[in-house]
Nanobody, 114 residues
């Protein structure tokens, strides 16, 4: 049974930082592309960042230079380091296991506000 447990969300002031974690179980973690997506109120879910099994990364233009995705295959965990956070980064952030599983975590709320 696949399970993704996200953590690290919260309330932060503009310019602050957060690190999200997503611990996976029930899968051979190292072979999958892992990703972070987000959904703001009234908007569609959008890609934030992905990292392939080989370490290739892909970022949304809106987060390039501010967010960094990484993974620790020994811990079956993917991370999202978010720096210089902006109010427009406020959203529920979801961890994703890529194709063919395409499995989602439950989401963690990130709120950027003064």
């Amino acid at each position: 049974q696949v399970q993704l447990v996200e953590s690290g969300g919260g309330l932060v002031q503009p310019g602050g930082s957060l690190r999200l974690s997503c611990a996976a179980s029930g899968i051979i973690f190292s072979i999958y592309t892992m990703g972070w997506y987000r959904q703001a109120p009234g908007k569609q879910r959008e890609l934030v960042a992905t990292m392939s099994s080989g370490g290739t990364t892909n970022y949304a233009d809106s987060v390039k230079g501010r967010f960094t995705i990484s993974r620790d295959n020994a811990k079956n965990t993917v991370y999202l380091q978010m720096n210089n956070l902006k109010p427009e980064d406020t959203a529920v952030y979801y961890c994703n296991v890529g194709a063919p599983l395409n499995y989602w975590g439950q989401g963690t709320q990130v709120t950027v506000s003064s």
